[in-house]
């Protein structure tokens, strides 16, 4: 997670303040006194609710951090497997990885009809020579069968 705009610290301290006070003081007013944004301080207060039980409108600090683990394991195991979001994975530049694909297709049911496509040449004036496009059919490497 990047750099927060205001120490925890003084986030702790805000709502310490705003919770002991009684009667409760305008949010508004602290938000001014303490040198922060209102909509912050109004987060800052509701999250500390959630956590406290208080209410069950938002998730507690613990199951936001749970599942942000949870997140990163999935993204993780994805990315062990070779498929990510239901697309093969491709390393280097157009060559398919042949344990991702077969994978792939060992996941799915289906069998896949592999093409490589010429890339087009760039020409001195920066556009494509459209005819040099080609969809030529590619070998069975010998380690896929």
Known sequence: ????????ELRERAVRLYRESDPKP????L???LNVHPE???NWIRQAEADAGERDDRPTTAMIEENRCLAKENAELRRQRGVAGGQRIFRGRD???PEAVMSFVDAHDFSVDLVMRVRPRLTTTGGCD?????RVPVRTPSCWA
Do not use: F, W
């Not at 997670?1 to 925890?8: E, N």
């Not at 305008?26 to 007013?29: E, M, Y």
């Open 31 to 33: 938000a001014e006194q």
């Open 130 to 134: 459209a005819p040099t496009r080609a």
């Open 26 to 29: 305008v949010i508004r007013r």
């Open 1 to 8: 997670m990047g750099t927060r705009k205001y120490p925890v």
């Open 95 to 97: 060559r398919p990885d």
């Open 40 to 42: 912050a301080l109004r």
